[in-house]
C-alpha cells in the first residue's frame, strides 16, 4: 500500500484547538456546536471553526502558518467570530483537558456518521471520551525524514505533557493525576505512543495490515502521541492536554515547531536521528502525566533529571532556532510557565480554596484574558 506524503514547506506550521461550551449558569458542559457551526458558515461547513466528537465542543484550526504569531491571530479570529453566537446561547468558551464536573454520560454525539461508528465500534472507551487537547502540526519537506522525526521527538513526550497538563479533575473528583486525559485517550486500541518503525515503507506496510484486517478504516483513525500526517505533509504532536489560553498554546506550537526545525536540519546535515528505548519513553509518559512538573524524567542514559530542568535546558537550547523562526518570544514562555506553574497546577490552586465551580470560573476567565 502506497501512501503519498504531500510535503510541506520546512517548518509551516497548523493548530488545533479543542474548545468547551460550558453553561454560564450551571458551569457544565453544552450542547450547542451544531446551531453555532450552523449560524456561523450557514452555506457549509466554516473552514476554521469544526465539529468534535461532542456537542459540546466546537474545534477551531489554523491555516498553513509560517509564524506562532500568525498562528496565534488565526485562532484569535477564529474565536472572535464565534463569541458572540456563544454568548447569545448563554454559553462560554474553556479549553482544559478535562472538564473539572461534568459527567460523560450526560453529554450528547455530535451527529456524524464518523463519530457514530466510533462509539459502535469502540463502545465504551468512545462514549467516555469527554477529552480536549491541542495539537501541532509541523511541515517537512521529505517523506523519508517522517519517521525518523516522529522517533526523534518521544524523546520529548514528557515535556509537553508536563506543560500542557490541565486535566486533574474527573467528573468531580481530583483523580491525583496531572494529566488524566492522556490516560483516558490512549484505552482506545490506536492510541497512546507511536511504534518506532524503521522507515516509510515500514509506515505503510503496518497501516495497509490495519485496514485489510478492518482494525481501521482509514489512516485517519490512528491516533498517535506523536504521528505523520501524510496529507498535509507534517509531524503531528498530538500529545498536549488542552491549554486554557492562548498564551500557552502559542508556548507549545513554538516549542514544536523549533524542535521538528532543528531535527529536519540535522538530517539534511548528515545525521541520524536518535530513536530513544521504548521502555525510557513509555515510563517517561506515564512520570509526567502523574507528577506533572515534579516529575523526575529518565534521560538516555538511565539517570534522572527534573522535568522543570530539562524544560528550561530544552528551552535554552532551542534559543537559536527560535530566533530563524522569529518565536523568541513565545519561546521564552517555557521558562514563566515552569516558574508560574502549569494549568493543573493552578486548578488544584482554586480548588484549595473554592470548589470546582471555581474552578471552571478560573479556566474561563483564563480563556477570556488570553493568559494564566
Given at each position: ?34 446551531e453555532?457551526l ?5 452555506g ?10 461532542l ?14 504569531a ?7 479570529g ?8 456563544v ?7 474553556m ?10 454520560a ?8 464518523r ?6 465500534d ?14 501541532v ?12 522525526i ?8 514528557p ?8 486535566s ?18 490512549e484505552n482506545l ?7 518506532q518503525?524503521?522507515g ?24 498517535w ?22 498564551y ?28 530513544p ?13 502523574r ?13 534522572t533529571?527534573p522535568?522543570?530542568?530539562?524544560l ?11 530566533e ?37 470560573d ?7 484574558r488570553?493568559?494564566?
Open positions: 500500500m502506497k501512501i503519498p506524503f504531500e510535503a510541506s514547506s520546512r517548518s509551516s506550521l497548523g493548530v488545533e484547538w479543542e474548545l468547551q461550551l460550558v453553561s454560564r449558569e450551571t458551569r457544565e458542559l453544552t450542547s450547542g456546536a451544531s453555532i450552523g449560524e456561523l458558515s450557514p457549509g461547513e466554516h473552514p476554521k471553526a469544526k465539529h468534535e466528537l456537542e459540546s465542543t466546537i474545534e477551531v484550526i489554523t491555516g498553513v502558518c509560517s509564524t506562532v500568525e498562528a496565534e491571530a488565526d485562532l484569535a477564529t474565536i472572535a467570530e464565534l463569541r458572540p453566537l454568548e447569545a446561547r448563554g454559553l462560554a468558551m479549553c482544559s483537558g478535562t472538564h473539572p464536573t461534568t459527567d460523560w450526560t453529554q450528547t454525539i455530535s451527529p456524524n456518521p463519530y457514530a461508528k466510533l462509539v459502535e469502540m463502545q465504551w472507551l468512545a462514549r467516555q471520551l469527554q477529552i480536549f487537547g491541542v495539537h502540526h509541523v511541515g517537512i519537506r521529505s517523506t523519508e525524514k517522517a519517521i525518523p516522529v522517533n526523534a521527538l518521544s524523546s520529548y513526550i515535556h509537553f505533557l508536563a506543560l500542557s497538563a490541565s486533574p479533575f474527573w467528573i468531580g473528583h481530583d483523580t491525583g493525576l496531572a494529566s488524566s486525559r492522556s490516560k483516558v485517550f486500541p490506536t492510541a497512546g505512543l507511536p511504534y518503525l524503521a516509510w515503507d515500514e509506515f505503510e506496510s503496518y497501516m495497509e495490515t490495519l485496514i485489510s484486517t478492518g482494525t481501521i478504516g482509514s489512516i485517519k483513525e490512528v491516533w502521541d506523536i504521528r505523520p500526517h501524510p496529507t498535509y505533509g507534517t509531524v503531528e504532536l498530538r500529545i498536549c492536554d488542552g491549554l486554557p489560553t492562548l500557552e498554546v502559542g508556548m507549545v506550537a513554538a516549542l514544536a515547531q523549533c524542535l521538528v526545525d532543528v531535527l529536519d536540519r540535522e538530517i539534511d546535515k548528515g545525521y541520524t536521528l536518535p530513536t528505548k521504548g521502555w525510557v519513553v513509555r515510563e517517561n509518559k506515564w512520570r509526567a502525566a507528577y506533572g512538573m515534579d516529575a523526575e524524567i529518565i534521560r538516555e542514559d538511565e539517570t533529571v522535568i522543570r530542568t530539562a528550561l535546558e530544552l528551552a535554552h537550547d532551542l534559543k537559536p532556532s527560535a530563524r523562526l522569529d518565536c523568541v518570544e513565545e519561546l521564552a514562555r517555557v521558562e514563566a510557565v515552569v516558574a508560574g506553574g502549569s494549568s493543573y497546577q493552578r486548578q488544584r490552586t482554586v480548588a484549595a480554596s473554592s470548589d470546582l465551580r471555581g474552578v471552571v478560573s479556566l474561563i476567565g483564563e480563556f477570556d488570553g493568559r494564566p
